[in-house]
């Protein structure tokens, strides 16, 4: 897109456009260039008449809660979409599922699941970012993993349609699902079970703590960068290598927890995306064995 002409080309919504909007802002590492547009649609409707309308040729991206997520420094193509508006954020608790907005942060999800006591949904109060990102990569931690508890998906694909997700159709596996590039998720039923209030504290307070002691904190990072291989953990892999003493620019392994990149403010995506290609090279060489990224890499250089 002509960044001159970004606005004129795309349909009247009504939420909202901005053109150049810088990327980082956006991002839990703190790095990433300028979006040509970012769009933030009002509700499911408002994102619908936008891609029913907009160019085929325009280029989308949705943007979740930025946390397992490299921005380069040449920022995005196209359109970047940000289910930001409260509409996207909305919580309904019935007797056998919870009902979620894509666009639901933990912090939100946290006090709902203490205050109902919707006992196996703890684990997901502490992975970073919102709900509907957690689909793609089948995040998960302690554990459990989000397909253990997901029922069924709104999607909205490329062309405006809008269907239902059953589980078993996402074909999940170890941070994997079969989720087609042009799907965004709209809205997420999630099963639980009712457990006392105070259960349920106790056990996000202990997941809380483990984190604190294990893993960095008040540090720009994206959580775990490399997925483990199949019976290995990458932390070791890294360590034994000497991966874990890197450090380019502003960005290095994190001293507390080596599968941990970290941005000391410094650093930029070049900086982050050399020092893991550096320590993907390094176990190669050792082990044989090539590190497969957590972090999603997007955008231009």
Same mark, same amino acid.
């Given at each position: 897109m002509n960044t001159a002409e970004n606005l004129k080309q795309l349909p009247e919504i009504r939420g909202k456009y901005k053109s150049g909007e810088m990327l980082k802002?956006?991002? $839990?590492?703190? *790095?990433?260039? !300028? +979006? &040509?547009v970012m769009f933030f649609p009002k509700d499911t409707e408002d994102l619908q008449y936008f891609l029913q309308n907009k160019d085929e040729n325009v280029q989308v991206f949705v943007l979740g809660g930025g946390a397992n997520l490299l921005v380069r420094d040449g920022g995005i193509e196209g359109v970047v979409i940000k289910l930001a508006d409260e509409n996207f954020r909305k919580v309904k608790v019935e007797s056998d599922k919870i009902i979620c907005g894509a666009g639901l942060l933990n912090n939100v999800l946290k006090k709902t699941v203490e205050d109902e006591g919707l006992g196996g949904l703890e684990f997901l109060c502490s992975i970073p970012g919102c709900l509907g990102g957690a689909l793609r990569s089948n995040a998960g931690c302690f554990g459990r993993e989000i397909s253990d508890v997901l029922i069924s998906a709104k999607v909205i694909n490329g062309k405006?349609? %809008?269907?239902? *997700?059953?589980?078993? &159709?996402?074909?999940?596996?170890?941070?994997?699902? &079969?989720? !087609? +590039? &042009? $799907? %965004? *998720?709209?809205?997420?039923?999630l099963r639980y079970e009712k457990k006392n209030t105070d259960d349920v504290k106790a056990l996000i307070e202990e997941q809380a703590q483990y984190r604190k002691t294990h893993q960095p904190?008040?540090?720009r990072t994206a959580g775990s960068t490399f997925k483990n291989p199949p019976q290995m953990r990458a932390w070791e892999l890294i360590k034994n290598s000497g991966a874990d003493k890197l450090k380019i620019g502003g960005a290095q392994m994190s001293p507390q927890h080596c599968n941990f990149l970290q941005n000391d403010g410094t650093a930029n995506a070049a900086d982050i995306e050399k020092l893991c290609d550096e320590v993907i090279r390094l176990v190669k060489d050792k082990y044989g064995i090539e590190l497969e990224m957590e972090v999603n890499k997007v955008g231009r250089r």
């Amino acid at each position: 897109m002509n960044t001159a002409e970004n606005l004129k080309q795309l349909p009247e919504i009504r939420g909202k456009y901005k053109s150049g909007e810088m990327l980082k802002n956006y991002t $839990w590492l703190n *790095v990433g260039g !300028p +979006a &040509d547009v970012m769009f933030f649609p009002k509700d499911t409707e408002d994102l619908q008449y936008f891609l029913q309308n907009k160019d085929e040729n325009v280029q989308v991206f949705v943007l979740g809660g930025g946390a397992n997520l490299l921005v380069r420094d040449g920022g995005i193509e196209g359109v970047v979409i940000k289910l930001a508006d409260e509409n996207f954020r909305k919580v309904k608790v019935e007797s056998d599922k919870i009902i979620c907005g894509a666009g639901l942060l933990n912090n939100v999800l946290k006090k709902t699941v203490e205050d109902e006591g919707l006992g196996g949904l703890e684990f997901l109060c502490s992975i970073p970012g919102c709900l509907g990102g957690a689909l793609r990569s089948n995040a998960g931690c302690f554990g459990r993993e989000i397909s253990d508890v997901l029922i069924s998906a709104k999607v909205i694909n490329g062309k405006g349609e %809008i269907f239902t *997700v059953k589980n078993q &159709d996402f074909h999940f596996s170890y941070r994997h699902s &079969d989720f !087609p +590039a &042009d $799907w %965004i *998720v709209t809205e997420l039923s999630l099963r639980y079970e009712k457990k006392n209030t105070d259960d349920v504290k106790a056990l996000i307070e202990e997941q809380a703590q483990y984190r604190k002691t294990h893993q960095p904190q008040g540090i720009r990072t994206a959580g775990s960068t490399f997925k483990n291989p199949p019976q290995m953990r990458a932390w070791e892999l890294i360590k034994n290598s000497g991966a874990d003493k890197l450090k380019i620019g502003g960005a290095q392994m994190s001293p507390q927890h080596c599968n941990f990149l970290q941005n000391d403010g410094t650093a930029n995506a070049a900086d982050i995306e050399k020092l893991c290609d550096e320590v993907i090279r390094l176990v190669k060489d050792k082990y044989g064995i090539e590190l497969e990224m957590e972090v999603n890499k997007v955008g231009r250089r």
